[in-house]
């Protein structure tokens, strides 16, 4: 055998288990009309909820930033790689969760990662909901710490598993679940992780900005404090439209990763210019609830139409609206179908989701008219997935 001759053997197996992966090549800015192979389609499947990847003020704040600041951020933060605009930008963090710090990280995944390994290792235990983010999964298993993972939002479950665990005992769970667009049952999960003196780390990707009075997320939603949620985690690229994440949380835990994160301390910091423009749209998050008010309407007709037209939905109340087809090549030739008919939306296979449950996972945007929402439930229904 040569080396490495099966990484062609395991491309062709992708292939023919309809798993493989392709990118498209868009030639426009995000929104809710994107530029495709020549062609305009309205995108259904970008994490943008609010509409701010390309808001002028964000996009002016980038500008003027770069005119200050440059491109390059030319070192880790640590070195002299940290900004008055991404010092800036922490606290404002901070303020806006509603815990006494927060720390940038350059992205979601490396912040993942970086908090979980900082937190726990050998002779500790990490519990993770059966449908964590990758990142999540990835930070708990490369920790050294023993790896349990509950049932989908199962807190009985997870109860007895802390119940049998020594040692620091660290719960972690998305907020909004990122593929079935469910909330994890916050309170109850914090509750149990104080009985089991467990610290709880929720990642709320898809919950802030989008969910919560001003966009606070989950936990603002659930009013958790930084007591009852020690670790929160946060990113920037979905309802902020920008780049990077941030963790927030007491003096001591970001003192820890200060000190102690690999994913923080080796790494480049973000383009200063990305902060400010992150700044510009947290103002817009925080001041303009229209955004979230427009969503819950789309949300909820979406919903309604999906209903009455036989679609099968998930119990999802935020803008992730996945609609399961379960087979992988069922699901691509429904994303291609659509795509044909204008609309936008990815399907998502194993490993992504569990075997057997590839889905559509359909996104709405603050900017999307209840109008193209209707034209999307009626392609949908053309391309047959009410008989899926
Ligand atoms: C997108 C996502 C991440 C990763 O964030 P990036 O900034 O894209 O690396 C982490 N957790 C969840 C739940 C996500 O959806």
């Given amino acids: 055998m ?9 491309l062709n197996t992708l292939a023919k288990q309809n798993l493989y992966r392709s990118r498209r090549i868009i030639d426009s ?18 994490n943008d909820y609010l509409g701010l ?12 930033a770069a005119d200050v600041y440059g491109v390059g951020s030319g070192s880790a933060h ?11 930008l922490e606290e404002e963090l901070a303020a ?21 390994n900082a937190l726990v290792g050998r002779g500790d235990a990490v519990f993770e909901d059966r449908l964590n983010h990758a990142s999540l999964l990835d930070g708990g298993l490369s920790s050294g710490a023993r790896f349990k993972r509950y049932a989908h939002a199962d807190t009985a479950h997870l109860d007895k598993l802390l119940a049998a665990a020594t040692g620091n005992k660290l719960v972690v769970t998305d907020g909004v679940f990122s593929m ?15 009985q089991h003196d467990a610290w709880l780390m929720v990642d709320d990707a898809h919950g802030l900005g989008v969910v919560g009075k001003h966009g606070g997320g989950l936990l603002a939603h659930y009013g958790l404090s930084q007591a009852e949620v020690p670790v929160l985690m946060g990113t920037l690229g979905k309802g902020f439209g920008t780049f990077g994440a941030f963790v927030a949380g007491s003096e001591v835990l970001i003192e820890t990763l200060i000190q102690t994160a690999r994913t923080y301390i080796y790494t480049t910091a973000l383009p200063a210019a990305v902060a400010a423009a992150t700044r510009a749209s947290l103002h817009i998050v925080m001041t303009e609830n229209w955004r979230r008010d427009k969503l819950s309407t789309l949300v909820a007709r979406f919903r309604c139409g999906a ?11 935020s803008p992730i609206q996945p609609i399961v087809i379960g087979d992988s090549q069922r699901a691509v030739n429904f994303s291609k179908t659509m795509l044909d008919a204008g609309f936008w939306v990815s399907a998502i296979r194993p490993p992504t989701v569990a075997h057997g449950t590839a889905r559509l996972r359909v996104t709405l945007s603050a900017l999307h008219e209840e109008s193209q929402v209707d034209g999307l439930l009626d392609a949908l229904m053309q391309a047959g997935a009410a008989s899926s």
């Fill in 2 to 10: 040569m080396p490495f001759s099966h990484l062609t053997e395991n």
């Fill in 29 to 46: 800015p995000q929104g809710i009309h994107l530029q495709l192979d020549g062609k305009s389609v309205i995108n259904f499947c970008s």
């Fill in 53 to 64: 990847a390309n808001h002028p003020a964000v996009v002016q704040a980038f500008k003027d």
């Fill in 78 to 88: 640590l070195i002299c790689g940290h900004s008055t605009a991404h010092h800036a």
């Fill in 96 to 116: 806006f969760t509603g815990r006494e710090r927060a720390l940038l990280f350059s992205t979601g995944y490396m912040a993942n990662v970086g908090v979980i």
């Fill in 180 to 194: 079935d667009g469910d909330y994890a049952p916050l309170p109850e999960l914090a509750q149990i992780a104080a």
């Fill in 307 to 317: 209903t009455h037209r036989g679609l099968q939905l998930m119990p999802s109340v």
